[in-house]
């Protein structure tokens, strides 16, 4: 015991970071300089790792006002030019077009401002409204609204719950068949189903799909693919980023894929109570 005491202080009174290992190759031993060394390099590579998660979050949030506003810009622009040439040529105007034209850009503005008051209030909202929903009713209600335009094929399990906020549930299928509707030749197919302790609700259509190199674009938000999501469809830009958001904050997933009948198919994925 005397032996291996002062061999210890021996090792503790090594000035230099040192460890001791057995013949087989591991670790028996470490002085305090060695960990002095170690504890440093890993708050080294922790302050790297946060500096480099903070420009990118900064990177984003840029990116993101900038988006903003050229987006909000674009109708304002739209505005100032048809009042301006109003007021140098008013014999000039038709003036109920003009009426109609303001009429659609004011929306088009309002529309994007509540869109981005959404974004920023998703998990605050979720935290004062979750309670037991149940999903099978919220889809059938949504899909019934959509049987006026396209042929809706509908397959539902009865009674799948989830817990939830209904508007903020209510609004990502809106978007989800929104945008089927956009894009589909023809007919849409809504299933839902429980598996694997979850609730998953898959919205597909007929059209011409997305390509692989653009499934995690579209989800960014005002992004908009060239022929397909162009502003003459309308939308604000922000349909897929709210849904995916407010998937997120349910703690599950929206991705998409290829659909059977060979366009897109968008699954949700949320976890089930029953």
């Known amino acids: 015991m005397e ?6 202080a021996l090792f503790a009174a090594i000035p230099g970071p040192c460890l001791v ?7 028996v031993a470490v002085n305090q300089a060695y960990l002095d060394v170690c504890g440093r390099r890993r708050e080294d590579v922790l ?41 140098r040529h008013p014999d000039d105007i038709d003036l109920p077009d003009l009426l109609k034209h303001v009429t659609d850009d004011l929306g088009r503005l309002e529309d994007i401002v509540d869109d981005l008051l959404l974004l920023a209030t998703i998990e605050s909202d979720l935290d004062r409204s979750r309670e037991e929903v149940d999903l099978t009713t919220l889809v059938e209600t949504a899909a019934a609204q959509c049987v006026q335009t396209h ?3 509908l397959s539902v399990e009865p009674a799948v719950t989830v817990q939830a906020a209904s508007g903020q549930l209510a609004r990502l299928l809106a978007n989800l068949l929104d945008n089927a509707l956009r894009h589909a030749a023809h007919r849409l197919k809504v299933d839902l189903r429980r598996t694997g302790g979850h609730a998953e609700l898959a919205v597909a259509d ?7 190199a653009d499934r995690e674009r579209i989800f960014d ?7 397909a999501r162009s502003r003459d469809c309308g939308g604000t830009g922000l349909g897929l980023a709210i849904a995916r958001d407010i998937a997120q904050a ?8 290829d659909a059977a009948d060979g366009g897109a198919c968008f699954v949700l994925r949320v976890p089930l109570v029953r």
């Open 47 to 87: 302050g790297r790792h946060v500096s480099h998660d903070r420009t990118q979050l900064l990177g984003r949030q840029r990116q993101f006002a900038a988006d903003a506003s050229h987006e909000l810009r674009t109708p304002l622009t739209a505005l100032r030019v048809q009042v301006e040439a109003a007021q």
């Open 151 to 153: 042929d809706v094929r």
């Open 221 to 227: 938000r005002f992004v908009r693919l060239d022929t």
């Open 250 to 257: 349910h703690q599950g997933t929206l991705h998409v894929e």
């Open 206 to 212: 007929d059209g011409e799909g997305i390509s692989p």
């Open 3 to 8: 032996h291996s005491a002062d061999h210890a």
């Open 21 to 27: 290992m057995s013949p087989d190759l591991n670790i």
